[in-house]
């Protein structure tokens, strides 16, 4: 008797934890959203300011890896993508190599 007591004062601390998290979790959600509604307000792209800060969070090399990815990919489709090889479609880095052939 005393383990299920115990046991189910345990599984009410985790749960209260968690619930507890999920508000901070929601509420952070909001300041972001905040922050982003503020971004657009001083005349920011936010679709590219999201992609910039999930960029900034990786490392050179996983950037430079994704650029030349998009590049082949975006090369690999180039006759059904109308101007691929515009500045707005390119996300390759100067310096990133074309293709990932060597792999």
């Known amino acids: 008797m005393t383990s299920t007591s115990f046991a189910h004062g345990q599984l009410r601390a985790i749960i209260e934890r968690i619930e507890r998290l999920e508000e901070e979790k929601a509420a952070l959600t909001a300041d972001i959203r905040e922050v982003y509604a503020e971004a657009k307000g001083n005349g920011f792209d936010v679709k590219v300011l ?45 310096g990133a190599p074309d293709n990932m052939a060597s792999d």
């Open 50 to 94: 999201r992609k910039v800060v999930r960029l900034h969070g990786q490392d050179r090399a996983e950037r430079d890896e994704e650029a030349a990815l998009i590049d082949l990919y975006l090369h690999a489709l180039e006759g059904s993508l109308p101007e691929a090889s515009s500045p707005e479609t390119s996300t390759a880095q100067p």
